[in-house]
């Protein structure tokens, strides 16, 4: 397992999320200071094709609107998008919100799988929510780990201590090196 960027599947989320955000913001047809249901409901073919592969985001925004409407009034306002994306970098993400932000193909598909399938052993916390830290720790962990199995059957007794380079010499000298206490005493 190669090292897991937390940080780049977070920030690939975040950063899709702003974008598709400044997307729909430039192409609304409603009045007021953020996105209605209504705009996230009727987007443009046009709007569509700029956002891309970032479309899994309007469908977060779109399924989480009433959630994502802190203050009630019927839009997502900007100051609703900072909150948003302010609680997902210090709290981290949930794995719905990894499976929705994340799966637009963009970014490292091989990262974003891992995670999910191991999304219960890297939430070390157990609150539903995973952060860059949890999913480094988890790799090194699983490093350490994968280590451990390696080289638990290693015992010294495997190991010679002889050594010749091809140089005709006493051979006693190597372990007179090795074990100096031992002296001329004889082995056994």
Known sequence: ????????LLASA??????TYSTL???KTSEGKGLTLDDLANVSNNTIQNLGSNYSFLQYLTNNFAKLDKDGDGQISSVDMNHLMNTMQSQGLTYNEI???????????????????YFNKIDANGDGRITSEEITKFTYDSKRYEAEAKYKSFKASNVSLYYNDGVEDDTSSVLDTLQPDLGNSSLT
Do not use: E, P
């Open 1 to 8: 397992m190669s090292i897991l960027n937390g940080q780049s």
């Open 99 to 117: 499976q929705s932000l994340c799966a637009s193909g963009g970014g490292d598909q091989s990262l974003l799988s891992t995670v999910l399938t």
């Open 25 to 27: 913001m430039s192409n």
């Open 14 to 19: 975040l950063a899709g999320l702003s974008s």
